[in-house]
């Protein structure tokens, strides 16, 4: 069991930094809710574009503009 936990606390960081790569390379994702075929002009998680900001993107502009707007 301590094994598992140990292996956990390592494999935590590089899964959080590969994700945290992978939504600065590209931080669009296809919208759920329109897919397979996007498009639907009434959907409001993409207003339309069929493209939706990743999770993670939303969470680094939410921490970013939090960090800026307590700074000023």
């Given amino acids: ?3 598992a936990i140990v292996l ?3 494999c935590l960081p590089l899964v959080t930094l590969g994700y945290l790569g992978f939504c600065l ?3 669009w994702g296809v919208c759920r809710r329109c897919a397979p075929g996007g498009k639907n002009r ?3 998680a993409c207003h339309g574009t069929g493209m939706r900001p990743r999770l993670g993107w939303q969470l680094y502009v939410y921490f970013r503009h939090l960090h ?3 700074n000023h």
């Fill in 1 to 3: 069991m301590a094994t």
């Fill in 8 to 10: 956990l606390v390592l």
């Fill in 25 to 27: 390379a590209s931080p």
């Fill in 42 to 44: 009434t959907c409001r």
């Fill in 68 to 70: 800026r707007d307590g």
